[in-house]
């Protein structure tokens, strides 16, 4: 049994899936807390893994985004040092509620293109909840119009570049959404 557990996991597909999402992660979660919160010219900080989650989502599958959600939102909340620790519930009810959508859709530019829009709209919400909680109470709506508005504008622009980064990225996974645990 133990045998068995152990060559399931080392399946080559399987690495190679663990070295890519984890490679990009590393690189957009450290782009994302360090180098655009000091960028003068974005308003907010776009959620560069908010888009790769979706990327993956429609190029690889749910099951990989998911996966790559979870440590994607424990690694933003390791080197973010914010409050509030949601990343990781934030980014795998993102993956959840957004292949509702992308199962319906094909694996192309336009779906990521088009899925941004949802994609947004729960990023406004998530934001909207964790403003919240820190603050302990609902913020005026135009002061979190001013909030929420420059962070989805940063984000779709930074973001739709970002499906064609992680498909590149994705090109030496033979096995696009066939991902099994």
Do not use: W
Not at 4 to 15: A, D, I, T, V, Y
Not at 72 to 77: L, Q, S, V, Y
Not at 131 to 148: D, F, Q, R, W, Y
């Amino acid at each position: 049994m133990q045998g068995n557990l152990s060559s399931s996991f080392f399946r080559p597909e399987l690495l190679k899936r663990i070295a890519i999402y984890g490679l990009m992660t590393l690189i957009l979660g450290s782009a994302q807390c360090s180098f655009f919160p000091i960028l003068k010219i974005c308003p907010k900080t776009p959620d560069l893994i908010m888009g790769m989650l979706l990327a993956i989502t429609l190029i690889d599958s749910a099951k990989s985004a998911a996966v790559t959600a979870l440590a994607a939102g424990f690694f933003i909340d390791a080197i973010g040092g914010g409050a509030l620790a949601l990343s990781p519930i934030v980014y795998v009810l993102f993956v959840l509620f957004i292949s509702i959508f992308a199962h319906k859709m094909l694996s192309g530019f336009a779906s990521y293109a088009i899925l941004m829009m949802p994609a947004l709209i729960y990023r406004a919400a998530a934001t909207t909840v964790c403003i919240a909680l820190e603050n302990k109470a609902l913020l005026p709506m135009g002061e979190l119009v001013s909030v929420i508005l420059p962070e989805a504008l940063t984000t779709l622009a930074v973001c739709l570049p970002l499906y064609f980064i992680v498909k590149l990225c994705t090109a030496p996974l033979e096995t696009h959404g066939k991902f099994t645990f």
